[in-house]
């Protein structure tokens, strides 16, 4: 693969990293003063940011792609040009080893190299790389594993309930899921889960979840299609949606069953609502024999009014499933309660009606 390198050129922010400015422009101010060598000490570069209110996320998020790398001593090194190939690398790398999500790295560097008068060398860099068009090159970009060692310590302390272990690395940890790093934040979700450095918290699982599972943590995904497919009332169409996301339906067979008995519940209901579209017909010629007088009272008036109303009931109870399904989509919730609720209101109706 060619080594293309883009020369200076005058920056343009552009209307993806808008919310990224005042972070450039601070990132501009202590680079211009200090020279990108300033990027080296982390501490320093978070007390300026701060000073002139940049988001306290960006800040961490910033720090960690900052610590886990050589970035400021390899960008000083080449304050001209950055290649093309060096930048999907550091993107990469820094997603494998701080963790954090590919879109969010992307836009910290295009604030880093904004700083430097390059952001135009992003321009032409996908968000996403294919493994086969990567290519790693030894030229002074070095990402430590401290963040893997981290998540790999915090497994082995949860697997053996080492209560002591996981608050020694709490801090750590902490720190990752303030950053946003889904692994991180589904971590803390498994600690709240089990009682494990902090008390049980139901709430306090699904916050993390939820944000781990937005950043894309298959983990988080797979245990909240777990949770929706296991409750009292199952919500299969939002545990299926869950299990389908980043390949987490693929991390055990017990889900790839559930999806089998979700996918299943859809012919079912498509069936259940045909069989509740004839009923709902049949209910309504009896509503009509009932008005005439042919059953219950010859001749009475409130037979025409509780026919009416238990028709005009019973077809919107039919055309709200129909809506549900059809429309809405939702396509794997229980249907074998409509039928009842048609025969329910029918039945309530006739009985006024011989009243």
Same mark, same amino acid.
């Given at each position: 693969?060619?080594?293309?390198?883009?020369?200076?050129?005058?920056?343009?922010?552009?209307?993806?990293?808008?919310?990224?400015?005042?972070?450039?422009?601070?990132?501009?101010?202590?680079?211009?003063?200090? /020279?990108?060598?300033?990027?080296?000490?982390?501490?320093?570069?978070?007390?300026?940011?701060? /000073?002139?209110?940049?988001?306290?996320? !960006?800040?961490?998020?910033?720090?960690?792609?900052?610590?886990?790398?050589?970035?400021?001593?390899?960008?000083?090194?080449?304050?001209?040009s950055?290649?093309?190939?060096?930048?999907?690398?550091?993107?990469?790398?820094?997603?494998?080893?701080?963790?954090?999500?590919?879109?969010?790295?992307?836009?910290?560097?295009?604030?880093?190299l904004?700083?430097?008068?390059?952001?135009?060398?992003?321009?032409?860099?996908?968000?996403?790389?294919?493994?086969?068009?990567?290519?790693?090159?030894?030229?002074?970009?070095?990402?430590?594993?401290?963040? @893997?060692?981290?998540?790999?310590?915090?497994?082995?302390?949860?697997?053996?309930?080492d209560?002591?272990?996981?608050?020694?690395?709490?801090?750590?940890?902490?720190r990752?899921?303030?950053?946003?790093?889904?692994?991180?934040?589904?971590?803390?979700?498994?600690?709240?889960?089990? /009682?494990?450095?902090?008390?049980?918290?139901?709430?306090?699982?699904?916050?993390?979840?939820?944000?781990?599972? @937005?950043?894309?943590?298959?983990?988080?995904?797979?245990?909240?299609?777990?949770?929706?497919?296991?409750?009292?009332?199952?919500?299969?169409?939002?545990?299926?949606?869950?299990?389908?996301?980043?390949?987490?339906?693929?991390l055990?067979?017990?889900? !790839?069953?559930?999806?089998?008995?979700?996918?299943?519940?859809?012919?079912?209901?498509?069936?259940?609502?045909?069989m509740?579209?004839?009923?709902?017909?049949?209910?309504?010629?009896?509503?009509?024999?009932?008005?005439?007088?042919?059953?219950?009272?010859?001749?009475?008036?409130?037979?025409?009014?509780?026919?009416?109303?238990s028709?005009?009931?019973?077809?919107v109870?039919?055309?709200l499933?129909?809506?549900?399904?059809?429309?809405?989509?939702?396509?794997?919730?229980?249907?074998?309660?409509?039928?009842?609720?048609?025969?329910?209101?029918?039945?309530l109706?006739?009985?006024?009606?011989?009243?």
């Amino acid at each position: 693969m060619k080594n293309a390198f883009i020369k200076y050129k005058k920056p343009q922010v552009s209307q993806a990293h808008l919310e990224y400015s005042n972070l450039g422009e601070s990132l501009r101010i202590l680079v211009s003063e200090n /020279g990108i060598q300033a990027l080296g000490e982390v501490r320093k570069v978070e007390d300026f940011l701060r /000073g002139r209110g940049v988001n306290n996320l !960006q800040i961490l998020q910033l720090s960690l792609l900052l610590e886990e790398s050589n970035l400021s001593r390899y960008l000083s090194k080449n304050p001209g040009s950055v290649s093309l190939v060096d930048i999907n690398n550091i993107i990469t790398c820094a997603e494998r080893t701080t963790g954090l999500r590919r879109d969010a790295i992307r836009d910290i560097l295009a604030a880093i190299l904004y700083s430097m008068d390059l952001s135009n060398a992003l321009v032409h860099t996908p968000v996403q790389a294919t493994g086969g068009q990567i290519a790693y090159q030894d030229r002074g970009i070095v990402m430590r594993e401290k963040y @893997r060692d981290i998540e790999s310590q915090i497994i082995q302390a949860v697997n053996a309930k080492d209560t002591k272990k996981l608050l020694e690395l709490l801090p750590d940890l902490n720190r990752l899921a303030e950053a946003g790093v889904p692994q991180a934040l589904y971590w803390k979700g498994v600690c709240y889960d089990m /009682g494990l450095g902090a008390e049980k918290n139901l709430d306090k699982v699904h916050e993390y979840m939820e944000a781990a599972a @937005r950043g894309g943590c298959p983990e988080a995904n797979a245990y909240l299609g777990d949770y929706y497919f296991s409750k009292d009332i199952p919500d299969f169409d939002t545990a299926l949606r869950y299990y389908t996301e980043i390949g987490a339906v693929a991390l055990n067979r017990t889900r !790839q069953k559930n999806v089998r008995v979700i996918l299943a519940a859809e012919p079912k209901n498509f069936k259940m609502l045909c069989m509740t579209g004839i009923l709902t017909a049949i209910l309504i010629v009896f509503n009509v024999m009932m008005a005439q007088g042919v059953l219950f009272k010859p001749g009475a008036g409130s037979n025409v009014v509780w026919a009416w109303i238990s028709s005009i009931l019973v077809l919107v109870t039919y055309a709200l499933s129909c809506r549900t399904f059809f429309i809405l989509k939702l396509k794997h919730i229980d249907y074998k309660v409509i039928p009842a609720i048609s025969m329910l209101l029918f039945s309530l109706c006739t009985f006024f009606a011989m009243i």
